[in-house]
């Protein structure tokens, strides 16, 4: 009994060595990141490289806010990436309500069809899509970064209709009975039963959105209409070799995706575990 109870603590030892060396390994790069982004150029490029900068230069934050209008950036992908969220959270919430509980001819084809666009390469839509947009006159708007998000998400509908399915069909009924329509039931009693799988798409979305570089690049052409990612990219051609302000810049970029991580963790690891469930 002893010897198997001392190989079971020996195993854990074991796995929790395994998961801490691969964390570390997995967070380094952004300790390195940080790390240069306080360095001077030449600590950026001496040889052999050292980790902890010899005299932090947090003025690089500043000279980053000086050289390019990072305000400008971070509050224009603020705004894209908030209307984004809520909007496909929305419209995928609906949709996914509709194929989960309503009765319809044609709901299975509905739903095989949402999620055969999967397959369709982003490459495949982007010229006839571009070409729309340029119609309408948004080119050099911010209206086709956010407002496509307002008609919804092959992967949103998929996860929230999977989470709908778990909830009880007798309470769909009893909220009907009592009166309600479905849009009630949808909004005063499947979206907070559906927090967690809500904030799990959220969590993806404003990943997705917040770090999109190709669409500002084909849609703006003025920087003060420009995001933080396409900002970034004109920092790089115009200060590339500068190491340390391309590090503090990319700082500014990722804090506030690990701020949003770390307040939704719970949720967004509970939306994951729950939503592939009946």
Not at 90 to 104: D, E, G, K, T, Y
Request: some cysteine.
């Amino acid at each position: 009994m002893e010897t198997r109870s001392a190989r079971s603590v020996a195993a854990t030892v074991c796995l929790y060595t395994a998961l801490v060396a691969v964390a570390l390994i997995m967070v380094f790069p952004f300790l390195w990141m940080a790390s240069t982004s306080l360095k001077s150029l030449g600590e950026a490029f001496e040889y052999p490289p050292a980790f902890f900068p010899k005299n932090p230069r947090w003025g690089n934050y500043e000279r980053l806010f000086s050289t390019v209008p990072m305000t400008t950036f971070l509050l224009n992908s603020i705004k894209i990436t908030g209307l984004t969220v809520v909007g496909l959270v929305i419209s995928s919430a609906m949709a996914a309500f509709a194929l989960a509980q309503l009765q319809f001819p044609g709901r299975r084809v509905v739903f095989m069809g949402t999620l055969g666009t999967l397959m369709v390469p982003y490459q495949v839509t982007l010229i006839p899509v571009f070409i729309m947009f340029q119609y309408l006159g948004w080119k050099n708007t911010h209206y086709p970064l956010w407002v496509p998000a307002f008609f919804g998400s092959a992967f949103g509908v998929f996860l929230l209709r999977q989470f709908f399915l778990g909830v009880p069909r007798e309470l769909y009924e009893a909220a009907l009975v009592d009166g309600c329509s479905p849009g009630g039931i949808l909004f005063r009693i499947y979206l907070p039963l559906a927090k967690p799988a809500i904030a799990t798409l959220a969590v993806f979305t404003f990943m997705n959105s917040w770090n999109d570089l190709l669409n500002p690049l084909i849609y703006i052409d003025t920087m003060e209409k420009m995001p933080l990612t396409a900002g970034l990219s004109f920092l790089q051609a115009q200060h590339g070799s500068n190491w340390p302000l391309m590090m503090a810049g990319a700082m500014v970029s990722i804090i506030p995706i690990l701020v949003i991580f770390i307040v939704a963790q719970r949720s967004f690891i509970e939306g994951i575990a729950t939503s592939g469930l009946k």
